[in-house]
């Protein structure tokens, strides 16, 4: 009758089987979460090959950040029924932490645009440029200019934050072209740039663009500006006006330095 040895690793070695790092296991053992087959008479650990299965177990599991406590915990007693709720738990976890990732990525991507945009912007001239079409929200109720500066804020920050966006979000308040320099009917609408189901269509065309800075007390000289230029070009206003707020205080202390880009969808003026 044949007798079998069975070999045994030292802790380098199961290492090197294992492709990991030595201290990997050194670490578990420390936290009693994998520890050795046994210990020599030298006082070295060693490992057996049966030992592997039980090791990837553990280790896939880490690998995704399973908290040790919880590890210990279902490694005393593992069954498929509590296997699948960790996985469970920590899938919800994830779902959550990559929703925080992927509005970290939004803002920084904006920011990148913006500032962008913002480098060598032509104030005092009318840019005109084909748009794609593009989707819009806008807000259900109207925004009373006649309200202090921190209700509207207020209402501002509530539409995007119903919107599950970002303040560098593309946003700000959208005139209907007849109503532009009406006083008596100064409500308009909220909008914001975001692709919802209940978002409208921006149509693709020509549009003519100008950029605002400084206080909006000043802003209908920018308009008078825009208004005066597609008159020597025979353009005219073929659609919404779009007041975009460009990161403002994210960008500037000074309300003198703040931004705001002004668009509309043009079209040559038909004569008689």
């Known amino acids: 009758m044949k007798t079998y040895h069975q070999k045994t690793f030292t802790t380098g070695e199961f290492a090197k089987l294992l492709d990991i790092n030595k201290d990997t296991l050194l670490y578990y053992d420390k936290i009693d979460l994998f520890k050795p087959a046994g210990i020599h ?4 650990r060693y490992y057996t090959f049966e030992q592997f299965d039980q090791f990837m177990a553990i280790h896939s599991l880490r690998q995704v950040e399973l908290p040790i406590k919880e590890l210990k915990t279902y490694f005393e007693a593992p069954t498929i029924h ?4 960790l996985a469970m738990k920590k899938s919800k976890q994830l779902a959550l932490e990559l929703k925080k990732l992927q509005d970290i990525q939004f803002f920084l991507q904006r920011v990148v645009e913006l500032t962008n945009e913002m480098k060598d912007i032509p104030f005092g001239e009318v840019l ?11 807000s259900e109720e109207k925004l009373d200019w006649s309200l202090s500066i921190e209700d509207l804020y207020q209402r501002s920050s509530q539409f995007l934050k119903e919107l599950g966006v970002k303040s560098t ?8 072209k007849e109503q532009l320099f009406q006083e008596e009917d100064d ?3 909220l909008f914001c740039h975001v692709d919802t189901s209940n978002a409208k269509k921006k149509p693709a065309g020509l549009y003519a663009i100008i950029y605002h800075k400084g206080p909006f ?3 209908d000289d920018t308009y008078t500006q825009l208004i005066n230029s597609l008159a020597t ?3 005219e206003m073929d659609g919404d006006v779009y007041e ?9 202390l000074e309300e003198e330095e703040f931004v705001t880009k002004i668009s509309v969808k043009v079209k040559q003026t038909v004569t008689a």
């Open 41 to 44: 008479s030298n006082g070295y």
């Open 82 to 85: 509590s296997l699948q709720q």
């Open 128 to 138: 005109f440029k084909q748009l794609p079409e593009e989707s819009i929200v806008y």
């Open 169 to 176: 979000a593309a946003h700000g308040t959208v005139y209907a």
């Open 187 to 189: 409500l308009h609408h």
């Open 217 to 219: 007390d000043f802003i």
């Open 233 to 235: 070009q025979n353009l």
């Open 244 to 252: 975009e707020y460009l990161l403002h205080s994210i960008a500037a």
